[in-house]
């Protein structure tokens, strides 16, 4: 998911240009975008010292920097993450993974994954990292966390365009959502990926 | 190591104002920089499926965001690194490292680093990842790694300012340089992290 963040910013304003730069809004009476909700998930794990997991800014290409009165950079451009928006350490091992939100009410489009992505992530499962996606369905105000190798069998198969939310509730698991951590879905790789390790 | 790429940019008049930001320059007749050099040592790592290890991209803090022809940043600033450059897996294993260069003769400036990234190094080992620097002595053409636990211990200790030349050689292990992969610092890793478990 890319986020793009301005103090005192205009998201709306943002997204009529940019819908197909994975622009999202915030997720309804939360008041807090998925985006953010993870980063302090992520800020809780790391204060609990339970995981030490962070995003990966989003990159920039700079055209045009003005040095008058110290650096300010005055062109420059969005570039597509070429890997995926986090990753990190838990409990001693690698662990990848993207997270996107949708405002369908149906299916999640899997025009919201780049073909880069799905190839990082088979990359990082094939040298034994834990991989996976976090999907906000916005309507239901639910979170999945779905296998990487599910989704990536999926894109590379496309039976069809976008995955069902049927799909999604029957292979992924619910990320329990509390006031802290928001979306707890370490919990979740705990059972799905660690379970014969503890 | 944070360095900033223009198309067609100017790295020395950027070095007049950012000396203090970490800005670094081509290192020597070599013809590339020590980034570079490292992101073509990655590629080359994941072209032969040996590793899955990537440069976070620069936190950029965009302040104007022109939307009139798609969205062009108008007006943005370059934030500190709140981790590491670099980190991936390894066979397997969580790695995290980071990458400077000194133009010095004598010896590496401790305010080279910064407090969060120490934090962030400590963290990664506590929870079992491999983590480490890896020092580039322009003037010597040489590039050392060192286990970020001694780096750590120095400079929170800080029995000086800046780790002599002759500690980083005592202490640290040199980097093969060659063609390709161009610093191959995964040999080291092998000696130095994962000796017992081959």
Known sequence: M???KYPGGTIPAAKKTRTK???TIAAGN???DFENEINDTNAYY?????????KRPTPINIVKVDYTHGPKITQAYFEAQSTTDYNGIYKGRYLDFEAKSTHSKTSFPLSNIAPQQVR???NVIRHGGIAFF???????EKVYLLDAEYIC???ENKPRKSIPFSVIKEKGHLVPF???PRHDYLAVVDEVFLKNEQ
């Open 2 to 4: 890319t986020m793009i």
């Open 153 to 155: 069998d999926f894109y």
């Open 134 to 140: 976090l999907i906000q369905i916005v309507a239901e």
């Open 21 to 23: 730069a994975k622009l």
């Open 30 to 32: 939360r008041g807090m």
């Open 178 to 180: 509390a006031y802290r």
């Open 46 to 54: 790391l204060e609990r010292d339970i995981a030490v997991i962070s």
């Open 120 to 122: 990082h992530l088979r």
